[in-house]
């Protein structure tokens, strides 16, 4: 049966052939079934834990088996470079190429595939990725406490190929280089996230101390403890009917949208225009800081953001906090300086609770440290500001290339057959 992707590289017609999976594999195998002990040194023995987002990934925290346990599991069968590994337990559907194989094998949680000399790798690899193939995986998995696939099902999966090998060779060689982008931003987002990790802990007096471990060069006047409400008010949004929503208008920030360090607008309620007016005491402005107050922490971080241009004029909801300024402070400063201590404040006042919530009236009185110098503020507050920038520069990069592979994923191999 012959089948055509609607995407192709210039040059390519003919039609894919369809077959099944285990008809174009030269190897179609899992790992070890056997009960192994473990040892200090040896080869890894790996999991379909160990294999995420094209990539294998472990350390010395993985399993390791003795020299002779690993010969005994690889006796009747050795692994290749270039074979494509698949997860088929628990986790199913992720995928990798193997590119070096020494010192490591893997459970049965793990498939081995090597492609007959019809078919490339790469291509292979790449069209597990695809919505067809992963729904063909999800419709043969077992519905046991643990997911799994038999080899038996697997190899009967539905596969259209192009039988000119430099069509494939092109096809795995552009959604190989649009992983290896995303690994190189994810990776750069992952350690800026740490570095700003890190300066947070050491640009900031530990307890009981005023001074903190790194400065900026020039400032060395030990830091103030001052009081939330010296500094701050914290004042609460207006309960707005249901009735008053509209389809267009005045952008409603409530808790749910507040994220951390984003307004989420996916599922954003607006308001008629002539509210500005009406509830001015509730408007927001561009670069305010905003908090939810309700069930404020989510995956250990505290949602808090700044409004960005597109909802300068926007109002805002009740369970839902504006930052008010009761002195002169650096507005980027007192964005990295709340982020930490009104999650200091949640999480202490949180015990207990299923459901945090701030207390503005407990918040009044939490204790910080902070610079009296303003110059001191304005760098600090800048520092951390290019980090979040570059931070958010990166993640978007990657959700640029994930719509992309997606996009190119569904285009570029047949949907039907």
Known sequence: MSVIPKIRFKGFTDAWEQRKLGDVLEVIKDGTHGTHQDAEDGPFLLSAKNIKNGIIIWDETDRKISEDEYEKI?????????DVL??????????????????????????????????????????????????????????????????????????????????????????????????LHQRKCDETKELKKYMLQKMFPKKGEKVPEIRFKGFTDAWEQRKFSECYK???????????????????????????????????NYLPESFIQQYSEFLLKESDIVVGLNRPITN???????????????????????????????????????????????????????????????LDNWKMMMPSDMEEQEKIGLYFTSLDHLITLHQRKCDSLKELKKYMLQNMFPKEG
């Not at 628990?90 to 492609?115: C, H, M, N, W, Y």
């Not at 250990?300 to 009740?318: C, M, T, V």
């Open 74 to 82: 690889h006796s009747k069968f050795k692994l290749q470079n270039n």
């Open 234 to 268: 914290m004042t609460s949004g207006y309960a707005f009917k249901m009735s008053d929503y509209c389809d267009t208008g005045v952008g409603l920030i409530n808790g749910e949208s507040i994220q951390h360090g984003i307004i989420n607008d996916d599922n954003l």
């Open 86 to 183: 698949l997860t088929i337990v628990g986790s199913i559907g992720e995928t990798a190429i193997l590119k070096d194989i020494s010192g490591i094998t893997f459970q049965r949680s793990v498939a081995f595939l090597r492609p007959s000399e019809e078919l490339s790798s790469e291509f292979l690899y790449s069209e597990i990725q695809t919505p067809k193939f992963q729904k063909e995986l999800d419709c043969r998995k077992s519905t046991s406490a643990q997911p799994g696939i038999y080899l038996g099902d697997l190899s009967e999966i539905p596969f259209a190929y192009s039988k000119d090998k430099d069509e494939q060779k092109k096809i795995g060689e552009y959604f190989l280089n649009i992983d290896n982008l995303l690994t």
């Open 300 to 362: 250990g971080n505290l949602k808090i953001a700044r409004i960005p241009s597109k909802y300068n004029n926007s109002l805002l909801y009740q369970r839902a906090g504006k930052i008010v300024y009761k002195i002169d402070c650096d507005k980027n400063f007192t964005y990295v300086l709340l982020s930490q201590e009104i999650l200091k404040h949640t999480l202490v006042e949180a015990v207990g609770s299923d459901q945090p919530f701030i207390s503005t009236s407990k």
